[in-house]
């Protein structure tokens, strides 16, 4: 029987039956891995815009037309059905696999709730087996530069397949936590950090359970490297439900790893409150509660804009405490105001800074413009009261969460999450005083409607620097004579 393994969690691996199969030709790849995620029949000239989007559509069809060529010769079968306007993959054949549909198979109905021990031990099974599965983020060190459409498919996968095995991970935390399997849980909380080095409710998770575990030392250096990757990447401090588990875990004074590793009651009572602890709160999406409003996650399209002081602000320094606040309250008005013009929910406020999603929950086709169209005057609003502000702007898949059930009488926040809010943080971090500064998905999709001047910053994680502009101006529409 003729076999094709696909691998498409971390770097791409693919398979026959005469062993690994190296593709050179990178457009070749691509498409392979379009075909099979999408698991569909696709137009030639859906692909061939997909993937030559400069070229004229007869000569993207003629390239087109060498790369399947060339894919069949290295596939070793029919495995494409290739037809005059329409190409797809078999992957209905007994011998095709593709470690996402596997992935996807273990986490299915990861939501739902499991009453039982039995059905608890089985879930621990598939869980870890999704986790293990996870080899990297979909296609790693995979890009088309001269594709912006497939550049884009791939990292609205990346997020989504990302957050699934987050998800996952969470899961299992709380499964090994409510078995007081603490050593079995840190491993999963580990790889949660490393995932997203900036992701607070998982350095939270790890503190918890080295404090569980009775390492007391390990918990509090968990806590200093979260405030490092804060303060180095975003700028910004931890959130107060972070600190508050330091301070129980820095003042708890009785011996941590007695018996099973429980801590004291009041140290127990902090760490297990749903605001300083989402992942191991009694409202879990394992076992939601009455009490608490139970929230769904949505992947959303959305445009993020991070506004805040410039950190090299010296304007508040030379000012009394009282007229500082003062200045920083009228500031944050006039951004809320602003972007409740525009309808817009404005996500959380910190010492000055703002962070807004455009595209979540509703949606507009122009929503990057929209963002821009907001940002420029808080840029003003700004220097009219003398403080230096700094602006990121990015555009991408967001996890945006949506309350299923909300209690009488109760102000329920959403939120979004996810890698595009963090680099449009740190685009923010990167602005210079007075300066708006959009990445590169922000500016294609805005370069008709505004000027720019090209600009790059370093990025942690990143060999080489990230590209940005810096927004100039509304470019001036030319009218009918």
Request: proline share 5%.
């Amino acid at each position: 029987m003729l076999k094709l393994n696909l691998t498409l969690l971390g770097a791409p691996h693919l398979e026959t039956n005469h062993g690994a199969v190296q593709i050179k030709r990178r457009k070749s790849l691509a498409i392979l891995a379009y075909l099979a995620v999408t698991a569909d029949v696709q137009r030639r000239d859906t692909l061939a815009t997909l993937f030559w989007p400069d070229s004229s559509q007869p000569q993207a069809r003629t390239t087109l037309r060498g790369e399947l060529w060339h894919l069949q010769q290295m596939l070793e079968g029919e495995w494409l059905e290739v037809h005059r306007d329409t190409v797809a993959l078999r992957h209905q054949n007994e011998g095709f696999c593709l470690d996402l549909k596997t992935f996807n198979a273990y986490i299915t109905g990861m939501a739902s709730d499991i009453p039982t021990m039995e059905g608890q031990t089985e879930w621990v099974e598939r869980l870890s087996r999704a986790v293990e599965l996870y080899r990297g983020d979909f296609m790693a060190g995979f890009t088309l530069s001269d594709s912006p459409a497939f550049d884009e498919w791939q990292f609205f996968e990346t997020e989504r397949y990302r957050h699934a095995v987050s998800r996952a991970i969470e899961q299992l935390i709380q499964l090994h936590t409510r078995q007081e399997n603490f050593a079995a849980a840190l491993p999963y909380a580990q790889r949660w950090c490393a995932l997203d080095i900036l992701h607070e409710p998982a350095h939270r998770a790890l503190m918890q359970l080295y404090a569980l575990s009775g390492h007391h030392s390990a918990a509090i250096r968990q806590y200093e490297t979260c405030k490092r990757m804060l303060a180095q990447e975003l700028g910004v401090p931890p959130e107060e439900a972070t600190s508050a588990l330091y301070e129980a875990i820095r003042l708890q004074q009785a011996p941590y790893g007695r018996a099973k590793g429980i801590a004291s009651p009041e140290l127990q009572t902090l760490i297990t409150h749903p605001d300083v602890a989402h992942t191991l709160s009694t409202a879990s999406p394992l076992s939601p509660s009455e009490s608490q409003p139970v929230a769904m996650d949505e992947i959303r399209v959305a445009t993020i804009v991070a506004a805040g002081i410039s950190h090299s602000a010296e304007t508040l320094s030379s000012l009394r405490p009282d007229e500082a606040g003062e200045m920083i309250e009228h500031l944050r008005s006039a951004m809320r105001a602003i972007f409740e013009q525009h309808g817009i929910h404005t996500e959380h406020s910190l010492e000055g800074s703002m962070v807004a999603a455009f595209g979540a929950p509703r949606v507009h086709e122009d929503d990057p413009e929209r963002a821009l169209q907001a940002a420029l005057p808080i840029q003003s609003a700004a220097q009219n009261i003398g403080i230096p502000i700094a602006i990121g702007i990015h555009s991408g898949p967001v996890y945006f969460n949506v309350p299923n059930v909300v209690p009488t009488n109760t102000l329920y926040t959403r939120s979004v999450l996810g890698a595009t809010v963090s680099l449009a943080l740190r685009l923010q971090g990167k602005a210079g005083d007075g300066q708006i500064l959009v990445s590169k998905n922000v500016y294609r999709q805005t370069r008709r409607a505004f000027d720019f001047k090209p600009s790059e910053f370093d990025l942690s994680g990143q060999a080489m620097p990230v590209a940005a502009y810096l927004l100039l101006c509304p470019r001036q529409r030319m009218e009918k004579s």
